[in-house]
């Protein structure tokens, strides 16, 4: 099942979505811990808090290579955010932000939007 909060197709090579929340968390004093599995292509982002630790959350980050539509067209990638567990709102909050900062224009409307 589609979620388009959640769910977003792109023409960006997964590395360069890494980079560009890299670059984010750089800028915000490096709050959260990237773990990265190249193997089963995914990513962790987590935060922890300890001053405030229900601020917590852990966020996994899916890619999934979609089918080539037109020879020749770059490929695109389907990169899913799913929470894992911790404060829904924190990280809501949190992914708005990073969608209009860092990942602002790598983002493209899917065929189920």
Do not use: C
Not at 29 to 39: A, W
């Amino acid at each position: 099942m589609f979620n388009d909060n959640n769910e977003f197709d792109t023409t960006a090579q997964p590395g360069e979505i890494v980079e560009k929340f890299n670059e984010y968390n750089a800028e915000n004093d490096n709050r959260y811990t990237l773990e990265i599995n190249e193997e089963k292509k995914w990513v962790k982002i987590s935060l922890e808090d300890k001053e405030t630790p229900e601020n917590d959350f852990l966020v996994k980050v899916k890619f999934f290579k979609l089918p080539d539509e037109v020879e020749g067209q770059d490929p695109r990638y389907r990169v899913k955010f799913a929470r894992k567990r911790g404060n829904y709102m924190n990280w809501t909050d949190t992914f708005k932000e990073v969608r209009e900062t860092a990942f602002d224009g790598y983002f493209i409307a899917t065929q189920n939007q």
